[in-house]
């Protein structure tokens, strides 16, 4: 599963950044470029992979349209009445759809203060996999009376696919192994899009009041699509919390738990939490970019020469089963 901490270092104030900490990044030259262009991209994002395991990508090729679409339709299924939301609210036996904040209880004991609506790519059932079959391959549910909403989730998915499959060709030149070498562990990606909700903290909020506690995320990496509402806080390996606000027309990308691992430990998938103190609701879009159910995810042998692995291998239906599995079932102890 993730890694989660609630302690006092989560008690801990952010400092604001420059943009030298959480480095801005140009990724077209990697899209349109030639290969010295790509190499120097790549070698950008694994420096700060390294360093922090989060920079700001601009110049993505995602049309900003598409971005705009899918906020607007996270802003208007949040402004539904609970009546409302709860036409589309997750189950444990179908996981897909609403899942609401937990019941009121003393601020002092909070660690999920939001809301979110999940969906993921459907992809054919997998023959070979049946006993994931139940978390995998149900297909999305959809709200009531928001027309709009699944076709701007679905344009949501596909983009986020296409740039995803760019993205990890970059991850592996900044690694120093073939551009292709994760190509076919993304034919049927098992990723997850979330639009989540998250309200303003009470003014009154102590320190060790979050949205969300500190965590880490499950797969390779995620994609951070953030308006102008801030509120993502970010750990330094230094142990200083700094923020990481929205910057326009750019996604906020994080190294994830899988890219750890296949890398050995050089890119750091880093802890990171949510804290909405900006005086309005936060909409923020994450997509988890997951591999295919059936690769094994273990540090690349083309990394080790003399190193030992530091990860055991670990195949992803397994280890995403049991993280869904223990959501479907406590559905409010979801950390992404």
Partial sequence: MSRSERSADDIAAASAISLDEVPLID????????????????????????EIGFFYLSGHGVPQATVDAIFSQADAFFSLDKAGRRTAMATPEWYRGWIPAPEAQ???????????????????????????????DKLNRWPEHLPAFKDAAEAYLAAMLSFSRELLRAFALGLGVAED??????????S????NY?????????????????HTDEGPFTVLAQQDVGGLEVKRRDGVWIQAPPVPGAFTINVGDMMMWWS?????????????????????????????????????????????????????????????????????????
């Fill in 27 to 50: 990724f077209a030259p990697f899209l349109t470029g030639d290969a010295q262009a790509r190499r120097e991209v790549a070698a950008r994002i694994a420096h700060a992979c390294e």
């Fill in 181 to 190: 070498r994760f190509d076919d562990c993304f034919q049927h990606p098992a």
């Fill in 264 to 336: 050995n430990g050089r890119f750091l998938s880093n802890y990171h939490r949510v804290r909405n103190r900006g005086g309005a609701r936060r909409f923020s879009v994450p997509y988890f970019a997951n591999p295919d159910r059936d690769v094994v995810v273990a540090p690349l042998p083309e990394l080790l020469a003399d190193d030992a692995p530091k990860y055991k291998p670990v195949r992803v239906a397994d280890h995403l089963a049991r993280f869904y599995s223990t959501l479907s079932k406590n559905p409010h102890d979801i950390y992404n």
């Fill in 192 to 195: 997850q899009l979330s639009l």
């Fill in 106 to 136: 003393p601020l002092s004991r909070n660690t999920r203060m939001f809301e979110q609506y999940r969906l993921q790519h459907e992809w054919p059932a997998d023959p070979r996999d049946m006993q994931h079959a139940d978390i995998f």
């Fill in 198 to 214: 998250y309200p303003q903290l009470p003014m009154d909020a102590r320190d060790e009041v979050s949205n969300m506690v500190a």
